[in-house]
């Protein structure tokens, strides 16, 4: 997946999008029970670092390394929730530059290879959302605005501006299943990332330093809520690929139709 060209010619082109996180939310009928058997184990292939239960209200959690992060497998109510992210950060040790799982393109190829293989286990399925976090370093906080109007055709932010937020959804027709709406939400924002040191004594003013300038995308790609009709388990292989497609086209080309 390459980068989009910057009008500029001359210019370094921006680098690609990495993933820091990625989420399979699969919707299950109400009243479906907690699985017996360890799916961490069964997908991982040894035990959990820390699994808890709680039959009375139908929850269970599970989670631990995986890969130079963190996998987790959450079962509440009727929400089944496969999450791989990066490892959280040391209270002693900010970080002092951006941390990703890989390009997004790798990330969710080994993602998707997890999750198939989760099908063979899960329960039925009648809806599926692949949710991802995606950033992209840049220069500076003024950057990561410019490369989000790159991305959103039409935006324009003057400068001055924060706190920038835009989120849209685009739906489409499910290519897999036709009678399903697929909805594509993503939010766009630009970061500033700093680390501040507290001065002593307390009452005096409190330096910060930025470490680093991210552009940030959150994708939600799901099948619309509007649809209680269970996929048939052979059909999960295939809205998953849709999901994972659209996902890379928005990361490659920014928000189009």
């Known amino acids: 997946m390459q980068p989009i060209p910057d009008s500029d010619s001359s210019s370094t082109p921006p680098a690609g999008w990495q993933a820091e996180s990625v989420r399979l939310t699969a919707f299950v009928p109400p009243g479906t029970p907690i699985p017996e058997q360890s799916w961490w184990t069964a997908l991982v292939g040894e035990a959990p670092e820390v699994r808890t239960s709680n039959p009375r209200v139908g929850t269970s959690q599970e989670h631990g390394p995986y890969k130079g992060g963190v996998l987790l497998l959450n079962f509440e109510a009727n929400r089944i929730d496969l999450v791989r992210s990066v490892s959280p950060p040391s209270p002693a040790t900010p970080d002092l530059s951006p941390r990703s799982l890989g390009s997004v ?84 924002t630009a970061l500033a990332i700093h680390v501040y040191a507290l001065a002593i004594p307390m009452s005096m003013t409190v330096q910060g330093q930025e470490m680093y300038s991210v552009t940030r995308v959150e994708l939600d790609i799901n099948t619309s809520p509007e649809s209680t009709v269970e996929i048939m388990k052979v059909d999960l292989p295939n809205i998953l690929d849709e999901l994972v497609e659209l996902s890379l086209e928005v990361a490659e080309k920014g928000d189009v139709p």
Request: proline share 7%; net charge positive; glycine share 6%.
């Open 105 to 188: 393109a790798e990330v969710l190829g080994d993602f998707r290879s997890l999750a198939l293989r989760w099908f063979e286990l899960a329960p039925p399925v009648f809806r599926l959302a692949l949710g991802s976090s995606l950033i992209q370093p840049v220069e500076s906080h003024r950057a990561g605005y410019d490369l989000v109007m790159r991305y959103v055709p039409g935006l324009r932010l003057d400068d001055g501006i924060s706190d920038f937020l835009y989120r849209i959804n685009r739906p489409r027709v499910s290519r897999a299943i036709p009678a399903l709406k697929v909805n594509r939400l993503a939010t766009w």
